[in-house]
């Protein structure tokens, strides 16, 4: 059965491929011992797009992602966040608009209900207004959820379960750029389809999509970028 998208970010933004949405300038990082992750970088990253990071294992695709929402800095050179040095912006500002998604998510022992509306706690999210129980519902079976109840409790979801939910949870708060980290690396066929529709969808409504995959995936209908790390030099390609 097809299903709609509920209205989670009601503002749908004009995309142009000419605006950058990040910006890296002589970016350098290396973990203590490395060679390089990444060496003296500058590149551009498209406002709307959906960018393809891909490489070896171990070439630093992670670490990108890390740095970009500062769960890492780099050793030197700067990062721009729409035209903002993200050095400038506060961890809770950027990541606010800068959604992160890890390989395997963390999901606390909490309801489903809580883990989805548990970003409304924070302060920096105290002027949204948390969905009620019938669109939380509705949500859950657009992703193809539908069999969970709000009050079941996360830590008894597999790792596909776990995967939707939390990419939910960051789309309910609206972010400008998505941050997906191989979110289908562990899926079965019919989750990670539903996954990447998620993301093209997303981007379609506006978002920058910046996601590490290895296999073959290309998002249809949308401005599509192939990034690709390799001994500390990235390259990105239409």
């Given at each position: 059965?097809?299903?709609?998208?509920?209205?989670?970010?009601?503002?749908?933004?004009?995309?142009?491929?000419?605006?950058?949405?990040?910006?890296?300038?002589?970016?350098?990082?290396?973990?203590?011992?490395?060679?390089?992750?990444?060496?003296?970088?500058?590149?551009?990253?498209?406002?709307?797009?959906?960018?393809?990071?891909?490489?070896?294992?171990?070439?630093?695709?992670?670490?990108?992602?890390?740095?970009?929402?500062?769960?890492?800095?780099?050793?030197?050179?700067?990062?721009?966040y729409q035209g903002q040095a993200i050095t400038a912006m506060a961890p809770a500002r950027l990541r606010q608009q800068v959604a992160f998604l890890q390989q395997t998510p963390v999901v606390p022992d909490l309801s489903v209900r809580q883990i989805l509306l548990s970003a409304f706690a924070?302060?920096?999210?105290?002027?949204?207004?948390?969905?009620?129980?019938?669109?939380?519902?509705?949500?859950?079976?657009?992703?193809?959820?539908?069999?969970?109840?709000?009050?079941?409790?996360?830590?008894?979801?597999?790792?596909?379960?776990?995967?939707?939910?939390?990419?939910?949870?960051?789309?309910?708060?609206?972010?400008?750029?998505?941050?997906?980290?191989?979110?289908?690396?562990?899926?079965?066929?019919?989750?990670?389809?539903?996954?990447?529709?998620?993301?093209?969808?997303?981007?379609?409504?506006?978002?920058?999509?910046?996601?590490?995959?290895?296999?073959?995936?290309?998002?249809?209908?949308?401005?599509?970028?192939?990034?690709?790390?390799?001994?500390?030099?990235?390259?990105?390609?239409?």
């Amino acid at each position: 059965m097809n299903r709609s998208c509920p209205k989670i970010d009601k503002e749908k933004k004009s995309v142009s491929s000419q605006d950058p949405c990040f910006e890296l300038e002589n970016v350098c990082f290396a973990w203590p011992g490395k060679h390089p992750v990444l060496d003296r970088q500058s590149v551009r990253i498209p406002k709307g797009g959906f960018i393809l990071v891909r490489g070896r294992s171990g070439a630093g695709k992670s670490t990108l992602l890390r740095l970009m929402n500062r769960l890492e800095e780099v050793d030197a050179g700067e990062i721009r966040y729409q035209g903002q040095a993200i050095t400038a912006m506060a961890p809770a500002r950027l990541r606010q608009q800068v959604a992160f998604l890890q390989q395997t998510p963390v999901v606390p022992d909490l309801s489903v209900r809580q883990i989805l509306l548990s970003a409304f706690a924070f302060r920096i999210n105290q002027d949204k207004t948390p969905p009620g129980d019938e669109a939380l519902l509705a949500m859950l079976d657009w992703l193809d959820l539908g069999r969970l109840g709000l009050g079941d409790s996360g830590t008894a979801l597999s790792g596909g379960q776990r995967q939707r939910l939390c990419l939910l949870r960051a789309l309910i708060i609206g972010p400008e750029v998505l941050l997906l980290d191989e979110p289908t690396s562990s899926l079965d066929r019919d989750s990670k389809k539903k996954v990447e529709q998620v993301a093209v969808q997303a981007c379609r409504d506006g978002k920058t999509i910046v996601m590490i995959t290895h296999d073959d995936f290309v998002p249809d209908g949308v401005c599509v970028y192939e990034m690709t790390i390799d001994r500390g030099k990235v390259t990105l390609c239409q």
